[in-house]
């Protein structure tokens, strides 16, 4: 085979790393949008062994970090366990790398909320505050706040902090959502439903291929059923 000149190498290179970045990109919301977290860990498991300078890279670990949690959601004791412990570790990571990472922080903070502990809570204040800091849209970042408190059972402050996240980002349908399920699990259906039509109005510019996939048919039923109760245990993801 032929060496190509220099300045091909390069090119092709960057093509490549392009190419790869999107390809993560692409199985990663393929895999959460359909609920393939085991999948989508085993194809990005499988690049990284390719290119293992994405362990150095934020957004590949956050990205890794996020499927061991969600597919740790699903699971019990001793296997939860041990992907929780996964998911930690390359949050942890990417914290070491990168201390003003407030997709890391939050990362941290997902695990202890998961875990109903109040030890999220200043993770997520953290996360909140880094975002800020950052200039990055911070509507839900606060949100995770309320979240938190919502867990912890403290719904007059969960409602704070979630409609305070929705007023920084009015424009972002999962705001809404978050106030969907909690004005759903405090019985405030008035709120409730208020809340799911702002949701519709911003949820159908998104393309027909999402709204087909589990996670977009889960927001719709969620928007059907706003006038329904919903119990704590429907929410633990």
């Known amino acids: 085979m032929k060496r190509a000149p220099e300045n091909t190498i390069t090119h092709n290179i960057k093509e490549v790393k392009q190419s790869v970045l999107s390809q993560i990109e692409t199985i990663f919301f393929e ?49 939860k366990a041990k992907l929780e412990k996964q ?89 809404h959502l978050n106030l969907v399920t909690f004005y759903r699990l405090t019985h405030n259906f008035k709120e409730s439903k208020k809340s799911a039509a702002r949701v519709a109005k911003l949820f159908k510019k998104e393309p027909a291929t999402f709204k087909k996939t589990p996670w977009g048919q889960k927001i719709q039923e969620s928007m059907r059923d706003a006038g329904k109760p919903l119990n704590l245990a429907k929410i633990k993801k």
């Open 31 to 79: 895999s959460t949008n359909n609920y393939a977290y085991a999948e989508g860990i085993k194809h990005l498991r499988r690049i990284q062994k390719q290119y293992p300078r994405l362990l150095k890279s934020e957004d590949f670990l956050m990205k890794l970090g996020l499927l061991y949690d969600h597919l740790a959601m699903g699971e019990q004791s001793t296997k």
């Open 87 to 175: 998911a930690l570790a390359l949050y942890q990571k990417a914290l070491t790398l990168y201390p003003k990472s407030y997709r890391a922080w939050w990362g941290i903070g997902r695990i202890w909320w998961h875990r109903e502990s109040k030890k999220a809570l200043p993770y997520a204040k953290k996360a909140r505050a880094l975002a800020i800091q950052k200039g990055t849209a911070s509507g839900l970042y606060t949100q995770n706040i309320g979240l938190i408190y919502e867990r912890l059972g403290k719904y007059k402050l969960a409602e704070r902090w979630l409609l305070k996240g929705r007023r920084e980002n009015p424009r972002d349908w999962s705001a």
